[in-house]
């Protein structure tokens, strides 16, 4: 890990873009499921959820959806970046994760 004195260009930048959403409205909502950022060149989040997944979600840029990449609704659209709530919850419906508890 870079230290304070090194140079800024040496400093990884990070990006925060619609895959990072995703998974920060899992940490808010489903702190149980185990989300993971991986992929090169094309980035996706994995998701598992006790014996369910690794289930992957990809973001398409062309039509502004989360898109599942794996799992039994591989292709299909899982939800918007506007509704990025919604779309953790579509997410963690299919892996069996109680959707209906109540929030803190």
Partial sequence: MPGFDEPAELVRRASFGPLD????AFRRRFPQV???RLGAPTEFLVVTYR???P???LWDDGDELFIWASGPQEGKPVGTLTYVERTAERVARPLGVPTHALRC
Avoid: F, Y
């Fill in 51 to 53: 014996h369910r997944g």
């Fill in 55 to 57: 289930w992957r979600v």
């Fill in 21 to 24: 959403s995703l998974h920060g």
């Fill in 34 to 36: 185990v989300v993971a």
